[in-house]
């Protein structure tokens, strides 16, 4: 049964930092695309980073550009997603998912099948 976990979410300072992750289990990690997305109340959900299969291709919606990185260890069958200089905008629900039709990024929730539970992240003083 595939399976997204995602963790490493909290609460931190605006300027602080935080690393998510997203664990698949009952697949492998390497046939997949991966995005991050997130989810502010009373939003749509928006993408945030997307990798593909093999980790050469990074997309980041220009909110985050700069700020945030995305990488994989297929190895692991992770993938990660490095917050810096967060700001309170960033605060949400973040989620990852998976798709494997097409290894190409995409921005958009509806071309991902597969979604883990999410992870919350807000960024306050």
């Known amino acids: 049964q595939l399976q997204l976990v995602e963790s490493g979410g909290g609460l931190v300072q605006p300027g602080g930092s935080l690393r998510l992750s997203c664990e698949a289990s009952?697949?492998?990690?390497?046939?997949?695309?991966i995005g991050w997305f997130r989810q502010a109340p009373g939003k749509e959900r928006e993408g945030v980073s997307c990798i593909n299969r093999r980790g050469s291709i990074t997309r980041y919606a220009d909110s985050v550009k700069g700020l945030f990185t995305i990488s994989r260890d297929n190895d692991k069958n992770t993938v990660y997603l490095q917050m810096n200089s967060m700001k309170p905008a960033d605060t949400g629900v973040y989620y990852c998912a998976a798709r494997k039709t097409w290894d190409a990024c995409s921005p958009w929730p509806a071309h991902f099948d597969s979604w883990g539970q999410g992870t919350q992240v807000t960024v306050s003083s």
């Open positions: 009952g697949f492998t990690l390497a046939e997949y695309v």
